[in-house]
């Protein structure tokens, strides 16, 4: 998975891209043939790729689905331990 802090590749198989590259087939897009996401797409919660991603007052962006389950059993922000509301919570337009 991806890091917040990981180096600008991943492996694919055998071979190792960078960050941006071509590569073939992934599970992460419907076609052949797309650039590898950075490492700033994926949740630092889940390290998937967001789906919809929203970002905090403190400008951490995470997943919808992810921040507003951690927020079920915690308010604070899971990075800046901050005091956090589901209400706080914008959509990362950027990201989109």
Do not use: Q
């Not at 087939?25 to 390290?47: A, N, Q």
């Not at 995470?62 to 308010?75: K, N, P, Q, V």
């Amino acid at each position: 998975g991806y890091g917040v802090d990981e180096a600008e590749s991943v492996e694919n198989g055998n071979a190792k891209l960078k960050i941006g590259e071509l590569c073939p087939s992934s599970p992460y897009f419907d076609t052949p043939y797309k650039t590898i996401p950075p490492p700033t797409y994926r949740c630092p919660l889940t390290l998937r790729l967001m789906a919809d991603p929203v970002v905090d007052s403190c400008g951490h962006c995470f997943d919808r689905d992810a921040i507003s389950t951690w927020l079920e059993y915690h308010s604070i922000c899971p990075i800046s331990r901050k005091p956090l509301r589901n209400s706080d919570l914008i959509p990362a337009t950027a990201l989109h």
